[in-house]
């Protein structure tokens, strides 16, 4: 290994070989601290031939990679094995917008631009890159694509998928492919770039991408609304669509205690309402565009449709920014509660009402005095069902529930057709999972494809797929 | 192979299981005639489980499988090889709409479901299903995930591909891969169901998808422009987004010689204007989305910007489908020239003025006289740049020359990093072509693909990727 070291400093320098265990430490666990590993080096290559290189020498010395953009990811899919038999490959200099083009509404960045600097960029020419998410100031393009990255917008957006034009990747075995194409369409043969987005690093290195771009959206109309239920709350999306269209662009479900918790950490809350649950609505549009007339219509017809209870627009843009901080700081404000049992679950919409009404009694039949602090995105099926403990259970008591409290989130969620991770991926926290649900015939094709484009088993082993 | 069909017929029913050279006339060739087979028979299965035993049959006996749908393609997909050695099985009889979740806003249907039965079940809900394209009322849903189906509302909503949440498919050796879900969200590993999509039947037989429904777009304001140039109809794609966002989901580009013919052919011309280039402009909005004013508003910052020369705008339904004639008919209007040499490409939005203005006189060079009859989608950099005889010249003659004139095209359009297929995909016709431009990486890639996925290569062998 040693050998392999010394030439992978011959080829991107030898600064950007890093393997001090001080240089290392950051590299070696995630955002949360919640997957840790140790890198037999971390490699900092600055270009696309360089990954190339480093890609080939590896694979030629039989030694795995793990691809690496701002390690905020939620399933460990960044975070090296604790054996110090893999690389960590950063992508973290490879931070250039190689172009952007206006008239043709696409932007082309390489993998560890992060995702501020790439709406910067989109704003600087008066347009929008819509994907947005809480790590946005440190996540990269690269792993918002390696990820399929979610977030708030995608009822109106779609995921990172749907943004992305084309793809450079450096295959398994250190070869470039070069498919960034700036095209809406392109039907000559297989889509190529899709096996590569979501698929987390396994099937090789992303490097670069090109990128849609979408008119800015500068005119906003936001609202906090209380609900009757969650049912209501699916049903409300329908009468926001009728009457909003395309301008409606958030739709996120909040649970009464997920509310109690924001206000009891500084949050005023607009309604003081008894309702149960809750919801932030925005709907954005180009200037101009009477976004604020059409909001109040679209409440007016869903109180008259008892699909609200309460409403409260926001009537400046401090409000605005009050009323997504009751979405937005939930996730930090539970911790006050201790340690969270994370869920990232998907179901269809008409099902959301489904799948909240069998979980409640379940769980706490399972562990009593169990606290689900549940927020998610109502227009894409996605709650974030998270559970913190009992006020009188002890914190590691509390975590020895966890699979089982967990196994009754997924069942559930599955028995009624859904998914077990929505938006945060499989890495390997959630790989072994994930294969259990599915059936033989989509884990063969899974590992088909694996062995196909990486038959050497080299790249992110044991993420997304458990090994076998 | 009469044991072979001794068996499907006990599979499926003998009725079911053509042979006689009447009944696979139809069968044996597409809508156009431009590409026939022959085939062994044809297969009308009445189900997925039927569709698998068949498949499983074929397999067992080394037989190769053409699947096919509405017989609507443009390159031959559907059309089997004409020794008679291939199975065309046909989806027609798997016309069920399995279910409809207006609440989740999805839609379940088998693979022969007419297109234009599906947008119909989407407004009898008072929503949208959003691909629209010339052959709706024959080609089927199947052929349009097969082929990820285009037309004239990519701009907005996306190709075929950005409307499907879920398949059904039967793999080369007969099993049945279950991935039917209604999700907005699903990061459980790879995205099988994107390899299926375009692959025109190379990798299995889409029997069934959970499709994506929109909010309906009642509010519509139409307009006919005429264009000082090809680069002011990209500046005025900006224009028109700027001040309709989401809106706008119509922007097609017409030729002055394609006009023409169509005035030729008893539609008016709103506007008797001078100019070289003409466009359809239409915005698209909820129920009491003030979409005119919108319109105004676009079409005036246009007019003033110099983009746009002089416009019509539609004040009734029945102006609104003469404008819409004036782009739809232009295909039919050109076949009075005689045969027509087809284009189908794209490239970035900012290059399309580029294209056309290095094939004007590349191709006038190649054949004088030659009359290109262009039309296309300006949000999508995508072109139907359509070539009719000098009209002096013999059609026979005019056709010794189409290999040489689509090379003049292909070459020009790969040379701005475009796509010789757009949206008709490649089937027979253009595999070998398409493939000839690609770099070695990617015709790697799609065989290592296809290799892994029907290693016994009977899955509509020949079409996508040429023969080895």
Known sequence: MTDLIARLGEAIGASHVLTDPHDLASYSVDWRGAYRGTPLAVVRPGSTAEVSEVVRLAH??????????????????????????????????????????????????????????????????????????AAEGSCTVGGNISTNAGGTAV????????????????????????????????????????????????????????????????????????????????????????????????????????????????????????ADWFGLVELAGPAGADVGSALEDALGAAVEADLVLDAAIAGSASQRTGLWSLRERVSEAQESLGPTIKHDVSVAISSLDDLVSRLAPALEAALPGVRPVIYGHVGDGNLHYNLSRPASLDPDEFLAHAAQLSTLVHDATVALGGSISAEHGLGSGKAATAASYKSDVEVDLMRAVKQALDPAGLMNPGKVLPLQ
């Open 60 to 133: 030629d010395s039989g030694v795995a990679i793990v691809p690496q953009g701002g390690n905020t990811g939620m399933c460990g899919g960044a975070v090296p094995s604790d054996d110090g038999s893999q690389l960590v490959l950063s992508l973290n200099r490879m931070r250039a917008i190689r172009s952007l083009d206006a008239g043709s509404a696409t932007i082309t960045a390489e993998a560890g631009v992060v995702l501020q600097e790439l709406q910067s960029a989109a704003e600087s020419v008066g347009m929008l890159f819509p994907v947005s998410l």
């Open 155 to 274: 009822l109106r957006y779609g995921m990172m998928r749907a943004q992305v034009l084309g793809l450079e990747v450096v295959l398994p075995d250190g070869r470039v492919w070069d498919g960034l194409r700036s095209l809406r369409k392109d039907n000559t043969g297989l889509d190529l770039k899709q096996l590569f987005i979501g698929a987390e690093g396994t099937l090789g290195v992303v490097t670069a991408a090109v990128l849609a771009l979408q008119p800015a959206t500068p005119s906003r109309a936001t609202a906090w609304v209380s609900l009757p239920s969650v049912s209501a709350a699916a049903s409300l999306l329908s009468v926001l669509r009728e009457h909003a269209g395309d301008w409606l662009s958030t739709w996120e479900l909040v649970s009464r205690p997920a509310l109690e918790l924001v206000v009891a950490h500084g949050v005023p809350d607009p309604l003081t309402s008894e």
